[in-house]
């Protein structure tokens, strides 16, 4: 019971949900003291903060990104095209500076386990986002998968991509250069649309790959699943972002 309930009020006292309670708590003060239109702006954004913060929502958000994804038990391809997903640049690690951020490193255990059972080549996709970067997502990349044992000679660095519709335009040089003719796209589920996109643009013919699906036929949810948590808010940010970039691109591009 005592470890029920410490599941239970554990999300209340940890930024989302503690905002969530100061705000009700400033909803009823509110009430109490007669301004309505104070204590119904409080209770909206309470609402509002809550909604976003739980896991149903940010799967609703995600279901229309990941509809119809599924791994392939087998592939056919001569080359991984793997995109990056950020870092953290000057992250000490025990061989060298800067750590995967969480996106890439899903896609790059991915990306390792693949070359492991097919024995083809990695294009590790990504270059410094930021002009205060140290370094490229693509080379803190290739030192991991070096470090779980892929053979440097298999991976190829292109770190010149700021964004997704770059990492296509620059994905489809690496690919004529080398001669890859059946380029496997490796991404997130949810932003497996965007890159789609971008490579159908740039005319770059590809088989998309998911890796981290996190919405799937049937899922079940708990009464934990209801309760705020920022794990929940960066997933509903996440597919919003995705959403939000769509419709970037298919005005721009």
Not at 127 to 144: L, Y
Not at 176 to 205: C, D, M, N, Q, W
Not at 247 to 252: A, I
Request: charged content about 15%; some cysteine; overall charge positive.
């Amino acid at each position: 019971m005592l470890f029920v309930l410490k599941k239970i009020i554990a999300p209340f006292i940890l930024p989302p949900g503690l905002f969530v309670v100061l705000l009700g708590t400033v909803g009823c003060w509110a009430l109490c003291k007669g301004k309505r239109a104070c204590a119904l702006w409080a209770v909206a954004t309470g609402t509002l903060i809550w909604l976003l913060s739980i896991v149903p929502t940010a799967d609703l958000l995600k279901s229309g990104l990941e509809e119809n994804l599924m791994p392939a038990a087998h592939i056919d391809a001569d080359v991984i095209l793997m995109l990056g997903g950020g870092l953290y640049d000057r992250s000490p690690d025990f061989s060298g500076t800067g750590t995967p951020g969480p996106d890439t490193m899903e896609r790059l255990v991915t990306a390792a386990r693949l070359h492991r059972r097919y024995h083809i080549p990695i294009v590790v996709s990504g270059g410094k986002v930021s002009p205060f970067a140290s370094q490229s997502i693509a080379a803190v990349t290739k030192r991991i998968l070096v470090d779980l044992g892929i053979p440097s000679d298999a991976i190829i660095v292109e770190e010149s991509s700021r964004d997704t519709y770059e990492n296509a335009a620059n994905c489809k040089l690496v690919c004529e250069s080398y001669g890859y003719s059946r380029p496997l796209l490796l991404t997130s589920a949810y932003h497996i649309r965007r890159a789609r996109f971008s490579f159908k643009k740039v005319g770059l013919a590809v088989t998309p790959y998911p890796c981290a699906l996190t919405t799937w036929p049937g899922k079940a949810y708990h009464l934990h699943s209801f309760l705020p948590s920022s794990g929940a808010l960066n997933g509903t940010s996440r597919a919003l972002h995705e959403w939000f970039g769509l419709l970037y691109y298919r005005l721009v591009y």
